[in-house]
C-alpha cells in the first residue's frame, strides 16, 4: 500500500507532498519539509499561493497559515508558529476570532465555497488556535482566541462536520484539560444526534455535494484523538475497512467535494492519499 502510495505521489504531488511523504514514510529529514512549505509564507508572517489548494492567490489567509503551523507541528519545527499567530493577530476581531476568508482574497481564484467575510468564525479560529497550543505558543492573542472559542463551543446548539471537527481539534490541544474532556463529550453527542458523522449510511447533511459526508476516522484520526470515544470499535473498524478499500487503482485516495478547477484535483488527492495512509498505520491496518 505504502510501494503504490510512494508511485502516485511522484507522479501527481506537488514538492511539498513528496517531501511530507518522505520524511512521514521514509525517513527522511523535516528540513526539506520545512523549506517547502516556507515557499508559500508572506512578509506579514501568514501564508497564501495556494498552501491549501482550494484558495489560489498569493495574499496571506487564516486557513493556509493553520496549514502551514500543522506541517511544522508534524515535523516537530515550531519556526512558523511565532509570526503565523501575530498576522492572525492582525486581522482577528476585537473578540478574538479570525474570519474564515479575508478581503484580501476577493480578486483571485478561490473555491465558491471561499466566501469573503469580516465575522468571526469558529471553524476557522479552532483550527488556527488548536495548532498554536499544539506548539506551545504563548501570545496575547492566543488567549481571546481561546475564550471565543470555548463560549462559542459551550452555547454550540446546532453546527456541520467541518466546524464540528474543527472544534474537536482545538479541544484535543486546549490547555484546560478537564474542559476540554466534557465540552468533547457534549461535541460526540451532537455529531451523533444531527447527524453530522457518517456511519455507513451515505447520505450527505444538507447544503453538502453527495458523498461529501464527515466519517469516524475523519473526526478521530488516531486512537487518542479526543473525539476516539464517539465511536464504537466495531463502527470504527468498519470505517477503516472502507477506507481501505477506497485506495483508487493508481495507488492514491481521492476526496468527495467538487473541483472547480482542474489543479486542485491533482493537489488535494496527493494530500488526502498521505491522511489516509497515516490514520491506518495509527490504527495498525499498516506497518
Same mark, same amino acid.
Given at each position: 500500500?505504502?510501494?503504490?502510495?510512494?508511485?502516485?505521489?511522484?507522479?501527481?504531488?506537488?514538492?511539498?507532498?513528496?517531501?511530507?511523504?518522505?520524511?512521514?514514510?521514509?525517513?527522511?529529514?523535516?528540513?526539506?519539509?520545512?523549506?517547502?512549505?516556507?515557499?508559500?509564507?508572506?512578509?506579514?508572517?501568514?501564508?497564501?499561493?495556494?498552501?491549501?489548494?482550494?484558495?489560489?492567490?498569493?495574499?496571506?489567509?487564516?486557513?493556509?497559515?493553520?496549514?502551514?503551523?500543522?506541517?511544522?507541528?508534524?515535523?516537530?519545527?515550531?519556526?512558523?508558529?511565532?509570526?503565523?499567530?501575530?498576522?492572525?493577530?492582525?486581522?482577528?476581531?476585537?473578540?478574538?476570532?479570525?474570519?474564515?476568508?479575508?478581503?484580501?482574497?476577493?480578486?483571485?481564484?478561490?473555491?465558491?465555497?471561499?466566501?469573503?467575510?469580516?465575522?468571526?468564525?469558529?471553524?476557522?479560529?479552532?483550527?488556527?488556535?488548536?495548532?498554536?497550543?499544539?506548539?506551545?505558543?504563548?501570545?496575547?492573542?492566543?488567549?481571546?482566541?481561546?475564550?471565543?472559542?470555548?463560549?462559542?463551543?459551550?452555547?454550540?446548539?446546532?453546527?456541520?462536520?467541518?466546524?464540528?471537527?474543527?472544534?474537536?481539534?482545538?479541544?484535543?490541544?486546549?490547555?484546560?484539560?478537564?474542559?476540554?474532556?466534557?465540552?468533547?463529550?457534549?461535541?460526540?453527542?451532537?455529531?451523533?444526534?444531527?447527524?453530522?458523522?457518517?456511519?455507513?449510511?451515505?447520505?450527505?447533511?444538507?447544503?453538502?455535494?453527495?458523498?461529501?459526508?464527515?466519517?469516524?476516522?475523519?473526526?478521530?484520526?488516531?486512537?487518542?484523538?479526543?473525539?476516539?470515544?464517539?465511536?464504537?470499535?466495531?463502527?470504527?473498524?468498519?470505517?477503516?475497512?472502507?477506507?481501505?478499500?477506497?485506495?483508487?487503482?493508481?495507488?492514491?485516495?481521492?476526496?468527495?467535494?467538487?473541483?472547480?478547477? @482542474?489543479?486542485?484535483?491533482?493537489?488535494?488527492? @496527493?494530500?488526502?492519499?498521505?491522511?489516509?495512509?497515516?490514520?491506518?498505520?495509527?490504527?495498525?491496518?499498516?506497518?
Amino acid at each position: 500500500m505504502i510501494e503504490a502510495a510512494r508511485s502516485f505521489l511522484w507522479r501527481h504531488a506537488r514538492v511539498l507532498e513528496q517531501r511530507r511523504f518522505s520524511f512521514l514514510f521514509d525517513g527522511g529529514a523535516a528540513e526539506p519539509v520545512v523549506t517547502a512549505v516556507a515557499a508559500y509564507r508572506n512578509d506579514d508572517g501568514g501564508f497564501g499561493h495556494a498552501l491549501e489548494p482550494d484558495g489560489r492567490g498569493p495574499s496571506s489567509q487564516p486557513l493556509h497559515t493553520y496549514t502551514a503551523v500543522r506541517l511544522g507541528n508534524e515535523v516537530g519545527d515550531d519556526r512558523f508558529a511565532a509570526g503565523a499567530a501575530d498576522f492572525l493577530a492582525s486581522v482577528a476581531n476585537p473578540d478574538g476570532g479570525v474570519p474564515n476568508c479575508l478581503g484580501t482574497a476577493r480578486d483571485h481564484p478561490r473555491a465558491p465555497w471561499w466566501q469573503v467575510s469580516a465575522d468571526s468564525d469558529l471553524l476557522m479560529t479552532a483550527l488556527a488556535a488548536g495548532e498554536l497550543h499544539r506548539a506551545g505558543v504563548e501570545h496575547e492573542w492566543l488567549d481571546r482566541a481561546s475564550a471565543f472559542c470555548r463560549q462559542r463551543i459551550d452555547a454550540l446548539g446546532k453546527s456541520h462536520p467541518y466546524e464540528a471537527n474543527a472544534c474537536a481539534q482545538f479541544l484535543q490541544h486546549a490547555p484546560d484539560r478537564s474542559w476540554a474532556e466534557a465540552a468533547a463529550a457534549r461535541l460526540g453527542d451532537l455529531v451523533r444526534e444531527q447527524g453530522l458523522v457518517d456511519l455507513g449510511e451515505g447520505k450527505a447533511p444538507e447544503g453538502y455535494s453527495a458523498g461529501e459526508t464527515h466519517k469516524p476516522h475523519h473526526y478521530a484520526a488516531t486512537p487518542d484523538s479526543i473525539a476516539r470515544g464517539w465511536f464504537s470499535d466495531d463502527e470504527l473498524a468498519r470505517d477503516l475497512d472502507e477506507l481501505v478499500a477506497a485506495r483508487q487503482d493508481d495507488g492514491g485516495w481521492t476526496f468527495p467535494w467538487p473541483v472547480w478547477t @482542474p489543479v486542485t484535483e491533482f493537489e488535494w488527492r @496527493p494530500i488526502v492519499t498521505i491522511e489516509a495512509l497515516l490514520t491506518l498505520r495509527a490504527y495498525g491496518r499498516i506497518s
